[in-house]
């Protein structure tokens, strides 16, 4: 699994960061960021509820590295 942001759709609401707060943080300019490129286990749930819970689809799973 690899997880990406589109930083042009990232609207800074932090939606991800409630949902995955392992995966994702909220820079200074209020641009999400990837802490965790290549989550395992759980963390793989994570991050597939928090690209669910973007309101802008601004975060995409590519299921395949
Ligand atoms: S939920 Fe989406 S729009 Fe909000 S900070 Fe995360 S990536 Fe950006």
């Known amino acids: 699994m690899r997880v990406t942001i589109d ?3 990232c609207c800074g609401y932090a939606a991800c960061l ?3 707060a ?5 820079a ?3 641009i999400a960021t990837v ?3 290549h989550p ?3 963390l ?3 991050a597939r509820a928090a690209a669910a819970a973007c309101p802008t689809s601004a975060i995409t ?4 590295e």
């Open 7 to 9: 930083e042009d759709k």
């Open 18 to 20: 409630s949902v995955a």
């Open 22 to 26: 392992e995966i994702f943080d909220l």
């Open 28 to 30: 200074s300019d209020n």
């Open 35 to 37: 802490l965790v490129e």
């Open 40 to 42: 395992d286990g759980e």
């Open 44 to 46: 793989r749930d994570q």
């Open 61 to 64: 799973i590519a299921e395949q």
